[in-house]
Each structure stands twice: as structure tokens, then as C-alpha cells.
């Protein structure tokens, strides 16, 4: 069975940093396209950050220059590095695990940025 499970999710100021991983059973994390989503309250989920089986990565540009995606293979883990967080990256963060016809999703954590 394969399961992602998001964890380190939580509130946190306008400014702080927050860590975010994803903890894959059930598949070789490390063959996968993996990528990070997010969910404002209203709107449509959209993808903040991938990674790709060789390790580039691509970022939304509202994130570019603040966030990190990295993955440990060894840990079956992908990372979310969250720096100058703001308000509007208010969300539930998903991770997503893509290869050929699977598509993977964890349960989501969510991130609160406020005062």
C-alpha cells in the first residue's frame, strides 16, 4: 500500500520558516516525479514546487527565492524548505508522487502564516 504522509506543518509569523516533509511507503520516492501542492481556503490547488528523479527542481515564482524542495533518497523523504513565509502561503500543503499512469497524494498538513 502506498502512503505519503505529510508532516511539520503549523502557525507560525509573517517572516519565519517552517520545514515540511513527506515521508513515502510503498514506492521508491527516489523514481518518482515528486512535487509539493497547496490549497488556499476558496481556491484552486496549485502546485508550489517539484522535483524530478535527477534532482532538478521548478518553483511557482510567488515562492521562487524563498522555498526549497530537496529530496533524501536514503529517507524516502521530500523536503519543503519554507523561508520568509507570508500570509497569502496560508494553506494545506500536499505532496504528490507522479510516475507514468500512479499518481500519489498525501493526506495534506497545514501551514497558518499570521500575527
Known amino acids: 500500500q502506498v502512503q505519503l504522509v505529510e508532516s511539520g506543518g503549523g502557525v507560525v509569523q509573517p517572516g519565519g520558516s517552517l520545514r515540511l516533509s513527506c515521508a513515502a511507503s510503498?514506492?521508491?520516492?527516489?523514481?518518482?516525479?515528486m512535487g509539493w501542492y497547496r490549497q488556499a481556503p476558496g481556491k484552486q490547488r496549485e502546485l508550489v514546487a517539484t522535483i524530478t528523479s535527477g534532482g532538478i527542481t521548478n518553483y511557482v515564482d510567488s515562492v521562487k527565492g524563498r522555498f526549497t524542495i530537496s529530496r533524501d533518497n536514503a529517507k524516502n523523504t521530500v523536503y519543503l524548505q519554507m523561508d520568509s513565509l507570508k500570509p497569502e502561503d496560508t494553506a494545506v500543503y500536499y505532496c504528490n508522487a507522479k510516475r507514468q499512469f500512479f499518481d500519489y497524494w498525501g493526506q495534506g498538513t497545514q501551514v497558518t502564516v499570521s500575527s
Open positions: 510503498g514506492i521508491m520516492s527516489s523514481i518518482y516525479f
